[in-house]
């Protein structure tokens, strides 16, 4: 809802879905913009502030609390506490033994902290969507977009990383021949080397694409829901009661997408990145 | 929507989580997860070890028991062996001792039986002379008979 417009259905949307953006406008110089048309036209170089303060956030709080699990770790009987983050440890450990086959001792602190973060990351969608965006509005901040996950600048960041991450290892356990000749050796063989290139870079373009839309769309389009549903409440009492209610099933169901969301895409990483070490 | 320097900040943050994850949080606790999987195998371990350890004890003390019972009875035996063997020396110590008693007594009985009879013999001697000197009534001298008077003492 953005202060001194009128409120409507659309405005309250665009309002909900625009961030918090600080960058260097043509004009105003470094500044946080004060509409989206603001905001398109700092171009590249802007932060999300909130996108970053929420990524940032939870990312620190599921370092903390995994820190203190293991500065708690003994061999002794786990209490309570230990024992679910242990649990969770166990889940990243299987899945990693399950679909990574060479031995890095990156790759399980990397699906765990994705997983972690992610899901983390997913869950401020279940946050009822007004409750933060008009307490910030209290304190002065004029956008909070709070699902970090519903930014293709933080899924494409993380996607990215596991794309360099892929490459890296692809040159590192192939050697760069091995790398190229997977790139246009395959699946027609040498002579068809243009076909191949094409084939396989699609292919290899499409990884981190996928990677990071998949999670995006996911999130962005629950969002979305959450944010058509909240629209009732402004209509009258009775469709205010059933927004109520849908927006509890929704929850209920979205419960799942989030849970699902962070486990797909730790699993793929962990599937890219074992793509990439083996050898042919 | 824009794409935008947010995508270097989230990269840069998720390359320092991801680092300080692999460095702080994952070793530790697999460290304990891997202790507390050895000390549960020790556990388990010792735990059978403990039930061999009880059951040779068990045998070992049930061993002892009939070693000390077996031992038991030979003491037994050899206190009733040597009871009747102290019963047989006693008998036979007394036997010696009653022979040695009866012994002496019978030296004794001789002695006296020997002197008795110098006595007689003497006082036969004097009582023959009187006789003698009765039966003459008369002086008889003495010297003259008293070879064969002594002759005859010598007889009795």
Redesign the interface.
């Known amino acids: 809802m953005a202060s001194g417009e009128p409120l409507t259905a659309s405005g309250y949307i665009k309002h909900h879905?625009q961030?918090l953006?600080f960058?260097n406008h043509p004009e105003n110089g470094w500044s946080i913009a004060h509409s989206a048309q603001e905001?398109?036209e700092?171009?590249?170089?802007?932060?999300?502030l909130d996108?970053?303060f929420w990524?940032?956030v939870l990312?620190a709080l599921?370092?903390l609390v995994?820190?203190i699990?293991?500065?708690r770790?003994?061999?002794?009987t786990?209490g309570s506490f230990q024992n679910f983050?242990?649990w969770i440890?166990?889940f990243i450990?299987d899945n990693v033994r399950g679909s990574f086959s060479a031995k890095n001792?990156?790759i399980?602190?990397?699906a765990?902290?994705l997983f972690v973060?992610v899901l983390l990351m997913n869950l401020m969608d279940l946050v009822p969507v007004d409750w933060i965006p008009e307490f910030a509005k209290l304190i002065g901040v004029e956008y909070m977009k709070v699902v970090p996950t519903t930014?293709?600048?933080?899924t494409?960041?993380?996607s990215?990383?596991v794309f360099a991450l892929m490459i890296y290892y692809s040159i590192k356990i192939k050697g760069l021949g091995g790398f190229l000749g997977e790139l246009t050796l395959q699946p027609f063989g040498k002579y068809m080397m243009p076909v191949n290139l094409f084939l396989e870079g699609i292919a290899l373009i499409a990884k981190p694409l996928s990677h990071s839309l998949r999670l995006f769309g996911n999130l962005y389009a629950g969002e979305m829901i959450f944010i058509l549903i909240a629209l009732l409440y402004s209509t009258n009492i009775v469709l205010g009661a059933l927004g109520g209610v849908l927006q509890w099933a929704w929850a209920v169901f979205h419960v799942l997408i989030v849970l699902l969301q962070a486990f797909i895409f730790m699993v793929l990483t962990i599937v890219y990145l074992d793509m990439a070490h083996q050898k042919h | 929507m824009n794409i935008n320097l947010t995508l270097i900040g989230q990269t840069i943050t998720f390359i320092i989580f991801v680092w300080f994850c692999m460095k702080f949080i994952w070793p530790p606790i697999m460290k304990a997860l891997n202790e507390r999987r050895k000390s549960i195998a020790d556990g388990l371990a010792a735990a059978a070890e403990g039930q061999r350890e009880r059951e040779r004890g068990h045998q070992d003390a049930e061993q002892l028991i009939e070693q000390a019972k077996s031992q038991a009875q030979e003491i037994i035996a050899k206190a009733e062996k040597r009871g009747a063997e102290v019963v047989a020396e006693a008998k036979n110590e007394a036997r010696t001792e009653g022979e040695r008693i009866i012994t002496a007594a019978r030296g004794e009985v001789e002695m006296e039986t020997n002197r008795a009879r110098e006595q007689l013999r003497v006082q036969v001697a004097t009582l023959a002379i009187a006789g003698a000197e009765q039966i003459l009534s008369q002086e008889v001298d003495a010297k003259a008979h008293e070879q064969m008077l002594s002759d005859l003492a010598g007889n009795l």
Request: no cysteine; aromatic share 12%.
């Open positions: 879905l961030n953006t960058g905001a398109s700092m171009g590249f170089i802007a932060f999300h996108s970053l990524s940032i990312g599921f370092l995994f820190r699990a293991a500065v770790a003994t061999s002794d786990p983050i242990e440890i166990d450990e001792d990156l399980a602190p990397l765990l902290t973060w930014d293709p600048n933080i494409f960041g993380l990215l990383s």
